[in-house]
């Protein structure tokens, strides 16, 4: 399996030449400490997202990138406190203000700003005050620096046996994958970032840290999903990507269809024991809804829509039919996103706050056209008319405690237990088990959440290692969608 190659940092062009070295305390190794912090910059640079999550952000708080305490010493060296506020000082960079943490209310914040936690570690979060579409950015070649190329690679989340083999391997392919520089491919990226008021940066940024050879690949402590730069990328912009040293194949993806409906419709008391065994206190509540002949029906209902793709289309129609209101292919998917992993608190007034939207002819729409509250509501509603069993089941889910399975998550959610545990299925069965399957046979792949990219040439091995694993959960494979991505750039070396 090939190095990722493009051992480069990403640098605003403002500080990639600049002298760090007055920033740095103490008398010993100080051009290489000073070197040091162009790695720290080319971590926030290279990290700084794209994304639904952080367009949707005020500009005041877009750009910010968490570094753990761990990771700061291991780039900056035991004085990086002293470092880090001096580049503060020199307004090179910023720190999100201070914001109290609930998990830890006895903490001391006397400081000017808060520590962050993310799964139990210190982490706060940095921003480029001097990066912007004015003030680009530059490849800074590290070659002729062993020090700092070492620490790269321990930064990058390439390849590394040891520690949790799987996932090192995954974080490998993810940072394979590359963006085509052409006219056409800047310029979809260009609109990309202009639709959605990303006025900070440019394609010519992206593309620079997107083909620089490292990755942000992380996996969330919430679903264990693989997150990384392609994955947050819009559909339409995948037709650019390749992995490095494959551009001349074919690139291919596929898609389970209707992924999160069909995975929860088979949850069941044996696969939580088998794939999930930290959820384990839903066990009792599968167990007491299964093969019992009056729920059996409501959810055999959910799971032959789920089986034969038709889910999102029922919920079309149910939609129509008990509120005479039409909704999009993209909105019957949030039907069942919200009617199933919204917070349940409004269910006893659930009724009432129905007739009183569809009476009203209350907007279901925010003034920035995204799905507003009210259409929760219907969505919930229609879930518990259509399924009442799966309603329940829900409910009792979203009263449990599950903080101790995120630790240090700040924002969690009691309600979205139920998606916390359809996440992690579908990651255990997409990660550990189908891609352990086919990094075994050598194929080069990376996952979007419930999809796979690989080479054409690949496709039998992919449908049938699929297919495979579930049958070997007993559980009959779901509709698989596969589509051409590209047929490949077949690039000059």
């Known amino acids: 399996m090939p190095l990722p190659k493009g051992y480069y940092l990403c640098i605003p062009a403002n500080l990639a030449a600049k002298d760090f070295s007055y920033l740095i305390p103490g008398s010993q190794a100080i051009q290489e400490r000073a070197d040091s912090v162009l790695l720290f910059l080319h971590y926030i ?17 877009r750009g910010f990138v968490q570094v753990p305490k761990d990771l700061r010493r291991a780039m900056l060296g035991g004085s990086y406190k002293d470092i880090i506020q001096n580049l503060v000082s020199e307004g090179i960079i910023e720190v999100l203000p201070y914001k109290p943490n609930p998990l830890d209310p006895e903490a001391d914040y006397s400081t000017i700003h808060a520590e962050y936690y993310k799964q ?34 321990k930064t990058r989340g390439g390849y590394q046996s040891g520690r949790d083999e799987l996932r090192e391997a995954l974080k490998h392919n993810a940072a394979l994958i590359r963006y085509i520089d052409t006219v056409e491919s800047r310029a979809a990226l260009q609109e990309y970032l202009n639709t959605n008021g990303r006025t900070e940066t440019t394609a010519a940024n992206e593309l620079l840290k ?14 264990f999903r693989l997150h990384a730069y392609h994955t947050r990328l819009p559909k339409a912009l995948r037709e650019y990507l390749y992995f490095e040293g494959y551009d001349n194949k074919t690139l291919y993806e ?23 065994p930290e959820c384990s206190e839903a066990i009792p509540v599968f167990a007491k809804y299964e093969r019992v002949s009056k729920h059996e ?3 055999r209902k959910f799971r032959e829509l789920c089986q034969k793709a038709k889910i999102y289309p029922f919920f079309q129609q149910m939609f129509f039919e008990d509120f005479g209101l039409h909704i999009s292919d993209t909105e019957s998917k949030q039907v069942f996103c919200r009617g199933f992993f919204a917070d349940y608190a409004i269910t006893p007034a ?9 009476e009203r002819a209350l907007p279901l729409y925010k003034h920035n056209g995204k799905l507003n509250g009210n259409f929760t509501i219907l969505s919930i509603w229609i879930v518990r008319k259509h399924f009442r069993t799966l309603f329940q089941i829900n409910k009792e889910l979203k009263a449990m405690n599950w903080q101790h399975l995120v630790p240090g998550m700040i924002d969690y959610k009691q309600y979205a237990n139920n998606c916390l545990l359809a996440q992690r ?3 255990a069965i997409i990660l550990k088990r189908i891609g352990k399957d086919l990094l075994k046979q050598n194929i080069v792949f ?31 494979p779901p509709q698989l969608k596969e589509s051409l991505i590209n047929n490949g750039f077949r690039l000059k070396h």
């Not at 997107?210 to 679903?223: L, Q, V």
């Open 45 to 61: 640079a290279v990290r700084t997202k794209l994304g639904k999550q952080e367009d949707e952000k005020p500009v005041e708080e």
């Open 120 to 153: 139990g570690k210190s982490c706060k979060q940095y921003r480029l005050t001097g990066l912007s579409a004015n003030n680009g950015l530059i490849r800074v070649l590290v070659s002729g620096k062993p020090h700092l190329l070492d620490k790269l690679k």
């Open 210 to 223: 997107m083909n620089c050879g490292d990755t942000d690949a992380e996996f969330d402590s919430f679903g």
């Open 254 to 276: 596929i898609d389970f269809r209707s992924s999160q409906p069909f995975l929860f419709a088979n949850l069941s008391v044996e696969l939580i024991k088998d794939l999930v």
């Open 297 to 299: 029906k409501n959810l």
């Open 350 to 358: 659930l009724d009432k706050e129905k007739d009183r939207i569809l």
């Open 425 to 427: 299925v579908e990651s």
């Open 446 to 476: 990376t996952t979007i959440h419930d999809s796979f990219l690989f080479h054409k040439n690949n496709l039998r091995e992919v449908r049938r290692t699929i297919k495979d694993n579930f049958r070997s959960l007993n559980i009959k």
